[in-house]
Structures are given as C-alpha cells and as structure tokens.
C-alpha cells in the first residue's frame, strides 16, 4: 500500500450547475449503456515520492534491519525490486559521534513465508558494530536522490511491575457452536486478565511481547506471541500506565482447562491440559519509545475506505515519527524484563 502525506487544503464545493450536469451525463451514460476504459498509466494522481523508514532500535542488539525503501505511485505495480534503495546515505548521530550505515546482504535481509519458503525481505541498512545502550538518544537521517528523512528516538530501560496481581481463574459464560447444523449452545469458560501496573517513566511506552501458559505440574507450556500491534497499555488519571495479560480456555468435564495447539509434525491439533491450582503465566514485558503511541493510536486510517476505494483516503495518514521527505518509524525499545503471575 502506497501511503503519502497531502497537507493540501480541501478543494471548494463544486457550483450547483456543474453537479447537475455531471449526474445528467453519468444518467446518460448508465441508460445508453456505454461502456468507457480507462487505462490505470493514463489517471494523473497527485503523488509525491517519499523514502520509507522502518527500524527498531533494541536496546543491546547490533544495529540491523533499518529498512529504507521508497514510495510508489498508486497507479504502479508493487514489487519489492522497484521500493528498494540501494544507494541511499544513511547515518545514525548518539553522543555526537555519527555512524554510516552500510547495505545489508540480501542473505540476512531474508523473511519467512507460512509456505516454509524464504524470500528476499525489504532493503535494509546496518552498523552491527553500533550497540544501542538505553537512556540514550538516537538521531537517523537519509539522504537519496535530493530527498532527506529524519527521525530521532530514545531507547528505554525494561520496564519494571510495581506489583504483581494474583493469578485469578473466573468463569465466564460463552456461547459455543457444535455439532450439525452449528447448533449453539451456551457454555463456560475459564478466562484471568489481569491488569499489571508498570513503574511508568516519562517518554515510555509498555506492552506484553509475549506471553506462556506453565503447568508446574506436568510442564505443559503454551506461548502466545503478539506478532500484530499490541494494544495500547491503560493509563490512569495520575499517567500511571497498566499492561493487560491472561488467557481464557475452556474447561473439560474434570474441571482442567485445555488448549489445542497444532502439531506441525503431526499435521493435526494436539491438546494440552492444564489445572488452574497448578498454572502461571509468564508474562514478557517491553518498553518502547512513546513516540510510536501517536501512529498506534491512529494506525486504523490505513484501513479506512479501503472496501470501497483502492487507493484509499486521500490525507488520512496516521502519524508517523520520521520527518522531511519520508515517512514511517524510527523506534527504541528495551530489553524484556519478564514477570509470573501466579495463583
């Protein structure tokens, strides 16, 4: 999806008249039946060429993946070939001392289809020699073809719970399809989520990257990993932020909870039990730069419009923290910190 800015002042209401006669030509148009082709290469559409930022800066780890790509115009076929750049100059200033920023290899800029195979990922730019330190700032800017982007973010510490809730398993009513027919029955779950009060510190935000379900009794493990946007924290009226955990399963006739995972090897789910007396959950915790809550909070724009108008809305971006002549993220995140909720 091609995103741009458009800081352009709404277009004046068209006159009376010239409403009138477009509808009475379109009504013309549909009654005559007529059928007009217009060639995609033909539409003139504003576009504006941008250099796209996409990089996390984590806290301990060799400076990789700062993906630079470029933006497309709407009426041109994506591939991964034409939004790469290859020559861009791109430097990372902390402490006053500045660090260039050289082409990753292709081999280590690889991704992983669900199909198992490996495909080159966007072009991505590294100074594995850089390691990122929390409490500090980090200023990126790109340069490419006339063009400069500039972003700048602060790396957190991990985050650290102020208390820990109880583990607590309640019941919760549910409505279950079975049998033929998607016959609906209602039934019982038995779900905990918890509210972890964080230690909040100024120009940070937290969230859960993962958390793992432990029968102490029998090992059994299940993790559950926030591959998508994790939602923003709780934040009461004194700024104090609040991480939410937990699961919800349900319950077999001997009062266990279970889960089905599916076994790859086995090509089919696998169950796995586990008893509310005897089960934690491990909970990964990790702060970011809350520079990213401002896109995180209006990230649901790039959906916006897109069922009915394949280009989208023209000027409903969300907000992204890079500058200039780009758009995208800059972000530092902490190391994870990790916390055990139990019974």
């Known amino acids: 999806m091609n995103v741009q800015k458009n ?3 709404p277009r004046p209401h068209l006159r009376t008249a010239s409403v009138v006669l477009g509808v009475a030509c379109l009504l013309f148009l549909v009654l005559q039946s007529c059928e007009i082709n217009v060639p995609l290469s033909d539409v003139d559409l504003p576009k504006e060429e941008k250099i796209m930022v996409n990089a996390a800066i984590i806290a301990g780890q060799p400076l990789r ?85 500039k972003a700048q973010t602060f790396v957190p510490e991990p985050p650290r719970a102020e208390n820990v809730p109880p583990l607590v398993w309640r019941k919760t009513p549910v409505l279950r399809q079975t049998g033929p ?61 609040s991480v939410q955990a937990g699961f919800q399963l349900q319950v077999d006739q001997q009062g266990r909870m279970f889960i089905a995972e ?23 915790l990790e702060a970011r730069d809350a520079a990213i809550k401002p896109f995180l909070e209006t990230s649901a724009r790039l959906f916006e419009g897109v ?6 809305n023209v000027g409903r971006n969300p907000y992204w923290n890079v500058t200039g002549n780009g758009l995208g993220l800059f972000i530092g995140q902490s190391t994870i910190s990790t916390v055990v909720l139990r019974p």
């Open 65 to 149: 993946n700062v993906q630079i790509t470029r933006s497309l115009s709407p009426t041109d076929t994506f591939s991964l070939d034409k939004i790469g750049i290859r020559d861009a100059d791109v430097r990372i200033t902390v402490d006053g001392r500045e660090t260039r920023l050289r082409l990753q290899s292709v081999v280590d800029s690889v991704r992983l289809l669900t199909s198992g195979r490996l495909v080159p990922g966007p072009t991505s730019y590294e100074a594995p020699e850089l390691i990122p330190q929390a409490g500090k700032t980090y200023a990126l800017t790109v340069q490419w073809k006339g063009l400069t982007a």
């Open 7 to 9: 800081f352009s002042k």
């Open 262 to 284: 599916f076994d790859i090897q086995a090509r089919m789910p696998k169950i796995l039990l586990f008893s509310p007396q005897t089960t934690t959950i491990i909970v990964e």
């Open 181 to 241: 027919g998607n016959f609906v029955r209602y039934d019982t779950n038995l779900a905990a989520f918890p509210f972890i009060p964080i230690a909040t510190k100024a120009q940070e935000l937290y969230s859960v990257r993962q958390q793992t379900l432990v029968d102490n009794a029998s090992q059994t493990r299940f993790t559950s990993v926030n591959w998508f946007q994790p939602p923003l924290p709780r934040t009461a009226d004194d700024g104090k932020q």
């Open 307 to 312: 069922q009915f108008n394949p280009l989208g």
